[in-house]
């Protein structure tokens, strides 16, 4: 899926992946996509609660080697 | 764009683990885009104390007061397991490998996130804590600038 940022969080431990996922949202347009990576196994349900708050769109979430990716579309 | 959302946290404990707590849910509130206020008072006053002495003028007991509180975040104890400082010890170096944020980096990321941080004015009399002793860019208030904020408020907690 095409991104038009990368945010690279793994290793990151909450709160820090959820500051810097709104940080590099800031620098975003309306619609365009953020993929976020990281390896906080609260990732899932944070990012999801996080989108759905601030009024974005999960496009898609996987999982890859204990790597968790997210697309997120800005609203 | 409709109105911001707000978090009032009331920090009391002089604890690091609590402080921690508090400071991860005021980072994590101001990411989701709320207005965020962290009310110190009594022991919560400790987390914004500079960690170097300042030279101010006291009475004995508030020297005391001074002597006796941990100077700044990094020194406080915490609320189980402190094993007269050896806890902390413990506890910080697991947060290192675990790469959790250490409490000091916490409050300095609240500040970047324009964190409200504010000093209860009474008991910063009571402990005998001078403004010059506390961190820069902080406010002072009391409990009618507490429920102001908190009175329309979404979260509130006290830690």
Not at chain 1, 19 to 45: P, R, Y
Not at chain 2, 14 to 29: E, L
Request: charged residues 25%; contains cysteine; proline residues 3%.
């Amino acid at each position: 899926m095409n991104a038009d940022k990368m945010l690279d969080a793994k290793g990151l431990a909450c709160p820090i992946p959820i500051v810097k996922t709104k940080k590099a949202m800031d620098g975003l347009e309306s619609g365009q996509v953020l993929e976020i990576h990281a390896t906080d196994k609260g990732a899932k349900n944070d990012l999801a609660a996080w989108a759905k708050s601030g009024g974005h769109e999960l496009l898609k979430s996987e999982e890859e080697n204990d790597v968790l990716k997210f697309w997120i579309k800005k609203g | 764009m409709t109105e911001k959302k707000t978090t009032n946290i009331i920090l009391f404990s002089g604890d690091y683990d609590k402080a921690m707590a508090a400071y991860i849910i005021a980072n994590g509130a101001a990411a989701y885009d709320h207005e965020v206020t962290i009310f110190h008072t009594f022991w919560g006053l400790n987390a914004l104390r500079k960690d170097e002495h300042i030279p101010v003028k006291k009475g004995f007991m508030e020297k005391m007061f001074g002597k006796m509180m941990p100077r700044g975040s990094d020194k406080m104890g915490l609320s189980s397991m402190n094993f007269a400082g050896f806890g902390p010890k413990m506890i910080k170096g697991v947060m290192k490998k675990h790469n959790v944020m250490p409490l000091p980096q916490l409050i300095e990321m609240a500040q970047e996130q324009d964190i409200k941080l504010v000093a209860c004015t009474m008991t910063m009399d009571l402990l005998g804590l001078q403004k010059e002793e506390l961190l820069d860019n902080i406010e002072y208030a009391g409990v009618a600038a507490y429920l102001a904020d908190a009175e329309d408020g979404n979260v509130n907690l006290f830690i």
